[in-house]
């Protein structure tokens, strides 16, 4: 059984829609990062970077945070959506590699910019919707003769998937991308998908998005990080 510690964001929903797609059985722990769960000290014995989603495997015991990480096992675990053989996998992991370090951290800065600054700051916003256009289209190029990001479908493209289906809120609309629209029209009707996107999506009702919750999410520095430290410490001489 997996216990997945998740939220109904675009990182949440490559693990949703990665254990849809394996049938695995899990169990949803929901972290509210609006109501700071993420900073819960028994979270963070799992989570050393407070950020959701972390998988328990209980058949193994084996804790794993960030999303990358988690396909990779999840894939091993299953057999399921990366090769096995070198070549094939590295195309693949590449490609993940690409998402994680790439298409995932500018399209979260592009959401920041658009959904969360009380006054605009166009330099910013600019800079970052760029960069989400400039690597929607390195997709689109990489998808000219191809069906998926490498190879079958894999791992890439359920990592892939979540930051694109935002495209309209983060002010884009794939008009000049035949290839990855057909590529998103694939992967938006498949029924794992479709499970995946919609978990917890009636949570949200419960998200805070207020004052305090922002200058929580968005005021963490290393105050933060040390303050939790101490709390979890604090917590282990209690026991
Ligand atoms: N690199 C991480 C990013 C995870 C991440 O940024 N999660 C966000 C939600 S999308 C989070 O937990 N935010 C809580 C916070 O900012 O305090 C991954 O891919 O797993």
Redesign the pocket.
């Known amino acids: 059984m997996i216990e997945l510690y998740y939220?109904p964001?675009?990182?949440?929903h490559k693990i949703s829609i990665m254990l849809e797609e394996c049938g695995l059985d899990y169990e949803v722990k929901p972290v509210n990062?609006g109501a700071g769960d993420?900073f819960d000290p028994e979270f963070l014995k799992l989570s050393p970077n407070?950020?959701?989603?972390v998988i328990v495997d209980t058949d193994t015991g084996i804790s794993i945070f960030?999303?990358?990480a988690i396909l990779i096992y999840l894939a091993e675990k299953t057999g399921m959506f990366l090769p096995k053989e070198q070549r094939p996998r590295f195309e693949v992991l590449q490609w993940l590699f690409w998402q994680?370090g790439g298409l995932?951290p500018m399209a979260?800065q592009l959401s920041h910019f658009v959904n969360y600054v009380e006054e605009a700051v166009p330099y910013a916003l600019q800079r970052y919707a760029n960069e989400y256009d400039r690597l929607l289209a390195v997709m689109d190029v990489r998808l000219r003769d191809r069906e998926f990001l490498a190879g079958d479908y894999s791992i890439a493209d359920i990592a892939s998937f979540p930051w694109v289906l935002p495209y309209r809120r983060l002010g884009n609309d794939l008009d000049k991308f035949a290839n990855l629209r057909r590529w998103f029209d694939a992967l938006k009707v498949r029924p794992a998908v479709q499970r995946g996107v919609d978990l917890g999506k009636e949570w949200r009702r419960d998200e805070v998005n207020d004052e305090k919750a922002r200058a929580m999410?968005f005021g963490?520095n290393s105050e933060t990080v040390f303050a939790a430290a101490q709390a979890l410490e604090k917590q282990i001489e209690v026991l």
């Open positions: 939220w964001t675009p990182n949440g990062i993420q407070n950020r959701m989603p960030e999303g990358g994680t995932g979260g999410i963490q």
